[in-house]
C-alpha cells in the first residue's frame, strides 16, 4: 500500500484546471454534472484514506478497544509514517464529519423554516409573497417544489422578464440543482482542495437555470435583463443556501454569457484542446484516486483479518 494510500488528499489538486475551463468552454449542464461527479467522488476518496489512517491511529493509543493485532508491525508497515499519520488522520477526520454534520443540518434547517413559513398559504407552485425586500428563490420539497417570489421584486420587472424570472425558478428546481449544490458543499467539507469545484458549481447551476430559461421564453435579452435588474435591486436570496435568479456570484458574468450565442450541446471535448487535457486530467485524477482507495481499503482489510486472532 504503502504512499499510495496518502494519494487521494492531494488528487483533488487535479481537478483545479477543470474548474474555471469547464466554466468557459463547457455547456454549464455538462459542467455541473461533470464537476459534481468529480468533487464527490474524491471527497469519498479522500475521507476513506483518512478512515484507513485513523484505524492505523488509533491502534497504537494506549487503552484503545480494538484488537491487540491492530497495532501489529505488518500493519503499521502498511502506512508510512503510520505513528504520525495515522494520530494527525484521528482529529482530521472528526474535524470533516463535524463539518459535513453541521452542512447537512444547516440544509435541512433552511428547508424547513422556509417551509414553516409558507403553511398557511394555498398549495400553488408559484408564491407571491407582499413583501418590501426583493428576492425570489425556488424551494424544493414539502408537499411539493415551489417557487417564492416577492411583490418588491415583481414590481421592478417587466412582463418579459418576470416570465424569464419564473422559468429560471423552475429551471433550477426540475434540475434539482440543490442536490449539486449540496454535494459539492459536503466535497469541500470533506477536502479543502476541493472549494474551487464548489464555487465553480455554484455558477454552473445559476448559467445551466439561464439558458433553460432563455429557451423558454425565446428570449436571452429578457433573461439577462431580468438577471440585471435582480441583482441591483437585491441581495439574492434570504439564505444562501436557496437558489435564486439573482444567487451571490459574478453576475456580470452571466448577462454577458447570456448577450452572446447560446453555448454548444456537445458532451465532451476533444482531447486535443486545453480544456480536453484538463477535462481528461481530472478524470484520470479521480481514477486514481478511487482505484487507490479501493486498493488501500482491501488491503488493509486483508491485513487487519489476518492479524486479528479469531
Keep these: 500500500m504503502g504512499v499510495f494510500v496518502l494519494l487521494p488528499l492531494v488528487l483533488p489538486l487535479t481537478a483545479w484546471p477543470i474548474a474555471r475551463l469547464a466554466e468557459q468552454h463547457l455547456h454549464p449542464r455538462t459542467a ?7 468533487a464527490a467522488v474524491m471527497a469519498v476518496c479522500s475521507t476513506v484514506c483518512l478512515v484507513l489512517l485513523m484505524v492505523v491511529g ?49 440544509h435541512g434547517r433552511v428547508r424547513r423554516r422556509a417551509h414553516r413559513a409558507l403553511a398557511g398559504l394555498r398549495e400553488t407552485e408559484a408564491v407571491v409573497l407582499p413583501d418590501d425586500v426583493p428576492y425570489a428563490y425556488a424551494l424544493p420539497g414539502g408537499r411539493r417544489d415551489r417557487v417564492v417570489v416577492t411583490t418588491a421584486l415583481l414590481e421592478c420587472l417587466e412582463p418579459a422578464e418576470r416570465r424569464a424570472l419564473f422559468a429560471h425558478e423552475r429551471a433550477h428546481l426540475a434540475a434539482r440543482h440543490h442536490r449539486f449544490l449540496l454535494a459539492v458543499q459536503l466535497a469541500a467539507r470533506a477536502n479543502p482542495f476541493l472549494r474551487p469545484l464548489r464555487t465553480a458549481v455554484a455558477y454552473t447551476a445559476e448559467r445551466w437555470a439561464d439558458e433553460e430559461a432563455a429557451r423558454t421564453v425565446g428570449s436571452r435579452r429578457a433573461v439577462a435583463r ?21 444567487a451571490a456570484g459574478p453576475v456580470p458574468r452571466r448577462v454577458a454569457a447570456l448577450l452572446g450565442p447560446a453555448p454548444a450541446a456537445r458532451r465532451l471535448p476533444s482531447l486535443f484542446t486545453v480544456v480536453g487535457l484538463a477535462v481528461w486530467g481530472a478524470a484520470a485524477g479521480t481514477a486514481v484516486s478511487a482505484m487507490s482507495s479501493a486498493n488501500s481499503a482491501v488491503t488493509m482489510v486483508l491485513i487487519l483479518y ?5
Design 226 to 246: 431580468a438577471i440585471g435588474k435582480a441583482a441591483l435591486v437585491s441581495r439574492g436570496t434570504p439564505v444562501a443556501t436557496l437558489a435564486g435568479l439573482a
Design 58 to 106: 488509533t491502534a497504537q493509543l494506549p487503552g484503545n478497544p480494538l484488537p491487540d493485532g491492530w497495532s501489529d508491525p505488518e500493519v503499521r508497515a502498511a502506512v508510512p509514517y503510520d505513528e504520525v499519520a495515522g494520530k494527525a488522520a484521528i482529529p482530521a477526520l472528526c474535524a470533516v464529519l463535524t463539518a459535513c454534520g453541521r452542512t447537512l443540518w444547516r
Design 306 to 310: 489476518a492479524a486479528t486472532p479469531l
Design 32 to 38: 455541473t454534472r461533470l464537476l459534481t461527479g468529480v
